[in-house]
């Protein structure tokens, strides 16, 4: 048999035990108590960053939207104020002159036939050799051209069936009115 004090020593010791678990039970039970409220808080935290997120996303979206439609806008004022640099009318010089005086002369000494722009360029001396040998005849046939697309009620472009490029005629009216000069003259 156990003697009486063994068994209030092992009882003591237990019991001690047990007090001991009993305050671990609690501190882990206020622990998890904390953990869960901790838990609630960031669910809550979670929730409201995702919210806020959400929203600046949107914000965020829309100064992007308004930034494109501004952008937009300059982009078609810019067109339309380089539009209107690229087909600002030209004023032609005295040299232009006499020779759109001359082209009437040649087309209407042609009965209208149409001709083309190198022909153009050849008879009219547009252009001429730079030193290196460049020829800078297409390039004053480009700009004479534009002259010419100026003043659709005398000149009528077209192209050529038979070869490449442009042609020019008279317009009737004008051809008419070109006729009427020479048999003046």
Do not use: W
């Amino acid at each position: 048999m156990i003697a009486p004090d063994v068994i209030d020593v092992q009882t003591i010791a237990l019991t001690e035990r047990l007090e001991c678990l009993e305050d671990l039970t609690e501190r882990q039970a206020r622990i998890i108590a904390q953990l869960l409220v901790d838990n609630k808080q960031l669910k809550k935290d979670i929730y409201s960053i995702r919210k806020l997120s959400k929203e600046t996303i949107e914000t965020l979206r829309n100064q992007i939207d308004e930034v494109n439609s501004h952008l937009a806008l300059d982009i078609a004022y810019d067109r339309k104020r380089l539009s209107k640099l690229e087909h600002a009318p030209i004023n032609p010089t005295q040299k232009q002159e006499l020779r759109l005086s001359r082209l009437d002369k040649l087309i209407a000494g042609r009965h209208n036939q149409g001709i083309t722009f190198s022909e153009i360029g050849k008879i009219l001396e547009l252009g001429s050799r730079s030193p290196d040998g460049r020829s800078t005849r297409r390039q004053r046939m480009t700009d004479f051209g534009k002259l010419l697309s100026q003043k659709p009620e005398c000149y009528e472009i077209f192209p050529s069936k038979t070869q490449g490029g442009k042609m020019v005629r008279l317009v009737n009216d004008y051809y008419l009115h070109v006729l009427r000069e020479l048999k003046k003259v």
